[in-house]
């Protein structure tokens, strides 16, 4: 167990609709990442935040909005979805977000538009 | 611009057998770098990193890695494989410093046949 959660385990929904993906970090990680897993995509980067702010971004589409909370926990907001918005999307954490600390996964939400 | 390589999208291997998954680095200083194994429908979870120091890392569940500066790789092996190290292998690697983000590789299929 990572000590990483994230809610809901499964989501399915409808093109146009939009979703909010909620993550808790590690007790004591500070820092939050979301990430996007689909097959044809590998395993790619969206969004940082790091007590509160954002620190660093990626493939994030306009669409799709995060941020981090007082308590540190997180949500992924997902608007206007796409049939191409179906995949697998992470939340990780780590203690404080430096680059040589290893990332703690939560066990996903899979997502599926139809 | 930093880039990470799995040039095997699958391995196989006999149990009992070693094995070894590729990985290939390109950053422009000295790089962090880290495997991750991700079984189904689970999270990555954190194998082994290499920061600095001694080229050969030791990880979770028997596992290493042999960091390489001349030839820009981070290969991982284990002496024995088991049937239940059959999984999805990342590798991801970062230039060293700061919060810069982390890049994975595509994933390496392991599969060890009984």
């Known amino acids: 167990d990572s000590g990483v959660t994230q809610t809901p385990k499964h989501l399915i929904t409808a093109t146009g609709q939009r979703v909010t993906l909620r993550c808790s970090p590690r007790?004591?990680?500070?820092?939050v990442y979301w990430y996007q897993q689909s097959l044809d995509q590998g395993l790619q980067f969206l969004i940082q935040?790091?007590?509160?702010?954002?620190?660093a971004k990626g493939n994030i589409l306009e669409r799709f909005s995060a941020q981090q909370f007082p308590d540190l926990h997180s949500e992924l907001n997902l608007s206007s979805l796409e049939l191409g918005d179906s995949a697998l999307y992470f939340c990780a954490s780590s203690v404080d977000g430096i680059s040589n600390q290893p990332q703690h996964f939560g066990d996903g939400t899979r997502l599926s538009i139809l | 611009a930093q880039s990470v390589a799995q040039p095997e999208d699958q391995v196989n291997v006999a149990e009992g057998n070693p094995l070894t998954v590729k990985c290939t680095y390109s950053v422009s200083g000295n790089p962090y770098l880290f495997w991750y194994v991700q079984y189904p429908n689970r999270g990555l979870q954190f194998l082994l990193k290499?920061?600095?120091?001694?080229?050969l890392v030791k990880g979770s569940y028997g596992f290493e890695a042999e960091f390489n500066k001349s030839q820009t790789s981070f290969h991982l092996k284990k002496p024995s494989a088991l049937v239940s190290d059959s999984a999805l292998y990342f590798c991801?690697?970062?230039?060293?410093?700061?919060?810069?983000?982390?890049?994975f590789g595509t994933g390496t299929k392991l599969q060890v046949i009984p």
């Open positions: 935040y790091y007590n509160g702010e954002e620190r």
């Open positions: 991801a690697g970062v230039d060293s410093g700061g919060y810069q983000k982390v890049t």
């Open positions: 007790s004591g990680d500070l820092s």
């Open positions: 290499y920061i600095t120091g001694d080229n």
